[in-house]
């Protein structure tokens, strides 16, 4: 299965250097020296990683035959596509993989569904999931232990126990209550 890893940005220095947008959860692994890499477009590969390193808190990586900035920057915007088995597990226990979770079924505690994951937006902050509700909205809940509960891969499902207001219109039946509360009813 192959899964974009990251996005080449801009040229850095002379030498060949490109600054990448990393859009894996392992960098080390993906995006080591010598990993070979396909592209979108199909046309800038394959490239194979020579070097990289952290700079001011960028990974810049350099690529074999590129040895100039006009070389580095021909290559900007183009996506690196690795090569993944599908059947492997990141290797902490509760990470997981994009396509692990891609159109699992969404439900509360008591099993009252959703709607289903169609995508996992990863935010400098925290991962959302994008989910499509039966009626074709969408909802996007905060990837976060505090609201993701539970992630049953092998029954398809992720339990959520949301705050008020993130699914439902709960947030308004509460405010009304403090309402009523406060009007002594």
Known sequence: MQLV???IGRAHG????????????????????????????????PLTIETGRVHSGRLLLR????????GAEALRNTLLIAEVDPDAVPEEPDEYYDHQLMDLDVVLA??????????ISHLPSQDLFIVERPDGSEVMIPFVEEIVTEIDLAGQRAVIDPPPGLVDDRA??????????EDGS
Do not use: H, W, Y
Request: proline share 5%; net charge negative.
């Open 5 to 7: 890893v990251a996005r």
């Open 14 to 45: 002379i030498k060949g250097e490109v600054t990448v947008e990393v859009r894996t959860d392992e960098p080390e692994l993906r995006l080591a020296p010598g990993a070979v890499l396909a592209t979108e477009p199909a046309s800038a590969g």
């Open 63 to 70: 690529f074999e035959g590129v040895r100039d900035r006009n």
């Open 110 to 119: 008591d099993g009252t569904g959703i709607g289903r994951i169609t995508e």
């Open 172 to 181: 308004e039946i509460a405010s009304q209550r403090d309402a009523d509360t």
